[in-house]
């Protein structure tokens, strides 16, 4: 984890601080409609009717990292508790490094796969802290990037497998019920091809109503310059405004590949977009993708080919909003990850060193929050509240976590009292009684205390019968 755990006081109040400043500028901007992306956005002006919801054009020094802030990195060979080798057969390891994830210095980001002397592959891997991505009712999502694939052709691009995709949000924290959480591709490209591939993963694997594990897929060519030699542009649009429900693809503009939700039984579909999604981007090396072309990597490979991101937006559409109200987005009784906020006030993001690794949301003190649409505790009720938290805050200083339902201004349904636990990462699990609950809610979780400094972290939460 990052060494913001182990800020003194001071140092933690200043972080605080620089997060109160951040937001107060969020909510100027809000409140005077305006975009403020940085000062060399590259990103289009969202269209008319158009909101934008997240973006990242990558601006900052050559040679520094992602803004953690918007994207966690991936490393190793496989998600804690996860498949071997990600799940698909790839080879490399991922690692954090900016050898392999950096920036340019000229608003791009380069995930850039390396190979050692003993012939070992490392790349990049990163995806949103965000897992909410997801049309809002009656509207649509527009998800999109400017990418030049890894500029390298024939034999020396064997087994290159670079990506822009989106899985959905429970599969973070399970990393087993792939694939009937869904996934969606909006780009893959491998050995180097002239070719754009676009796949939605869904249902059973394998076979199964989605054909896994190839998935419902569609392909087509780069035009004007290959798909190696510049940049184009990658766009999935999900549409519930359509009389049957939809996901398109297109490159530069041009629809491509199209699913529509009367391709597979209701319950898969269900299963796969009733909740948000985060978005990934990686460059693989061999795997099961690039074993359909040919395979490698191989001795004639030529590591160092950058995949080059110039920028990622998110837009959504119509649906009387731009955020989905409730519909039973979120499980009640599997563990809520806290950095997976659908609001806030207050609240930082940091590396975990708890078991799974992830994130956890801190620098928590009297008068922050954090916003969960969309729980839904079903039709018997609820009557526990469990989080994961931890406390490095000095002798004397505590505060409660209260949990509301559907505004910040009711009051609570149920709460405990935490104070230091032995650092700000020594994680304890904290049980509580709540009022009964039932049916689908935003849930809040508030943070009161007598005094104004940090008193706990928080990793995840979930509730109990």
């Not at 009712?137 to 400017?146: C, D, F, Q």
């Not at 993708?289 to 937006?313: E, I, K, L, R, W």
């Given at each position: ?172 924290g399970n990393y087993w019920n792939w694939p009937g959480v869904g996934e969606l591709d909006i780009m ?278």
């Open positions: 984890m990052s060494e913001l755990s182990g800020m003194p006081p001071r140092r933690r109040s200043v972080r605080r601080a620089v997060v109160a400043v951040l937001g107060t500028l969020g909510l100027a901007a809000a409140a005077a409609g305006v975009v403020v992306p940085s000062a060399s956005a590259s990103a289009p002006t969202p269209p008319s009717g158009w909101t934008q919801v997240f973006l990242d054009d990558f601006t900052g020094p050559a040679g520094s990292g992602v803004n953690t802030s918007n994207w966690r990195y991936d490393t190793g060979t496989g998600y804690p508790g996860g498949p071997a080798n990600w799940g698909t057969g790839e080879i490399e390891t991922m690692t954090s490094s900016t050898d392999n994830v950096s920036l340019d210095g000229n608003g791009n980001l380069r995930i850039t796969p390396r190979r050692d002397g003993a012939g070992r592959w490392t790349s990049g891997r990163i995806e949103t802290n965000r897992t909410d991505f997801q049309p809002p009712s009656g509207g649509k999502l527009r998800v999109e990037a400017r990418i030049q694939v890894p500029n390298v052709t024939g034999a020396a691009a064997k087994g290159y497998w670079p990506a822009f995709w989106m899985l959905g949000a429970p599969y973070r893959e490209n491998t050995q180097g091809m002239n070719t754009v591939f676009a796949t939605m993963h869904c249902g059973t694997a394998p076979g199964g109503p989605c054909n896994e594990n190839s998935g419902i897929g569609g392909n087509t060519t780069c035009s004007g310059t290959t798909c190696q030699a510049g940049f184009h542009t990658y766009r999935l649009e999900w549409d519930r405004s359509t009389s049957v429900e939809e996901i398109r693809f297109y490159l530069d503009g041009v629809n491509f590949h199209t699913v529509r939700a009367n391709q597979v039984d209701a319950t898969t579909w269900a299963n796969a977009t009733n909740h948000g999604y985060f978005i990934i981007l990686n460059v693989a090396m061999g795997g099961g993708f690039p074993d359909a072309f040919g395979g490698g990597p191989d001795g004639g490979t030529q590591p160092g080919h950058s995949m080059v991101v110039d920028y990622v937006q998110v837009l959504t559409s119509g649906g009387g909003g731009t955020t989905p109200p409730p519909t039973g987005n979120r499980d009640a009784y599997s563990a809520i990850q806290a950095e997976s906020f659908d609001g806030q006030s207050g609240v930082y993001t940091e590396s975990t060193s708890d078991t799974g690794g992830g994130q956890n949301i801190g620098a928590l003190a009297n008068g922050d929050w954090a916003l969960y649409r969309g729980v839904n505790f079903g039709s018997s009720a609820a009557r526990q509240f469990v989080a994961r938290v931890a406390s490095g805050a000095a002798s004397g200083v505590s505060g409660l976590v209260e949990v509301r339902l559907d505004s910040r201004t009711n009051a609570p349904i149920g709460s405990f009292a935490v104070g230091g636990t032995g650092g700000w990462q020594s994680w304890r699990t904290i049980p509580a009684n709540i009022g009964a609950v039932t049916g689908t809610h935003d849930v809040y979780l508030t943070f009161t205390s007598g005094q104004p400094a940090d008193f706990v972290n928080v990793n995840w939460f979930n509730f109990g019968h």
